[in-house]
T-cell receptor, first 112, second 114 residues
Framework: GENVEQHPSTLSVQEGDSAVIKCTYS??????FPWYKQELGKGPQLIID?????GEKKDQRIAVTLNKTAKHFSLHITETQPEDSAVYFC???????????FGAGTRLTVKP | DGGITQSPKYLFRKEGQNVTLSCEQN?????MYWYRQDPGQGLRLIYY???????QKGDIAEGYSVSREKKESFPLTVTSAQKNPTAFYLC?????????????FGSGTRLTVV
């Protein structure tokens, strides 16, 4: 099965700085690469995703980059704000496979 | 507004009791999922369902049961056979079969054994 690892497990940045979280996966057949944000006491929310035919996708302050050869993808958050503080999960998957595997999560703290 | 609703938000179970967690969606999604989350941990898949009257075991199905009698509903029963049920339970749905559609999650049910 898919082995998913996230690094770092915790990340603390100053407001306005950038944050990068990396997700490494093992299944070379994976072709869908989403990132979820989970705030305290809530369910995760999809914030950005990318498919394997694209190397980078950007949505305002967040972006995802994909390196299929190396089997990793990263979440980039620029100009961080306190409301970005949350736990972020990656969950690489593949077509016609219904059971995505989630990484262990990265707790991001943005200090004002 | 379309969404996915879990109830109750908090649930307390006595030793030896079965309890059922509700999950309802009005997104017209085909697939539905149950995940368990322990403190500081990632999400682990319990069961998933691609269509009505069909469901598959995930990685940690022992001690749990599900049903999918309606497209909108996917209740999870935590049985007395589940020895360590205290956790945060998350239900999710996706537009179609295939993991390359994003999941919509409910707000979770926190189950505690008393």
């Amino acid at each position: 099965g898919e082995n998913v690892e996230q690094h770092p497990s915790t990340l603390s940045v100053q407001e306005g700085d950038s944050a990068v979280i990396k997700c490494t996966y093992s299944d070379s057949a994976s072709n869908y690469f989403p990132w979820y944000k989970q705030e305290l006491g809530k369910g995760p929310q999809l914030i950005i995703d990318i498919r394997s035919n694209v190397g980078e996708k950007k949505d305002q302050r967040i972006a995802v980059t994909l390196n299929k050869t190396a089997k990793h993808f990263s979440l980039h958050i620029t100009e961080t704000q306190p409301e970005d503080s949350a736990v972020y999960f990656c969950a690489p998957g593949k077509h016609n496979n219904n059971d995505m595997r989630f990484g262990a999560g990265t707790r991001l703290t943005v200090k004002p | 507004d379309g969404g996915i609703t879990q109830s109750p938000k908090y649930l307390f179970r006595k030793e030896g009791q079965n309890v059922t967690l509700s999950c309802e969606q009005n997104l017209n999604h085909d697939a539905m999922y149950w995940y368990r989350q322990d403190p500081g941990q990632g999400l682990r898949l319990i069961y998933y369902s691609q269509i009505v009257n069909d469901f598959q075991k995930g990685d940690i199905a022992e001690g749990y049961s599900v049903s999918r009698e309606k497209k909108e509903s996917f209740p999870l029963t935590v049985t007395s056979a589940q020895k360590n049920p205290t956790a945060f339970y998350l239900c999710a749905s996706s537009m179609s079969t295939g993991a390359n559609y994003g999941y919509t999650f409910g707000s979770g049910t926190r189950l505690t054994v008393v």
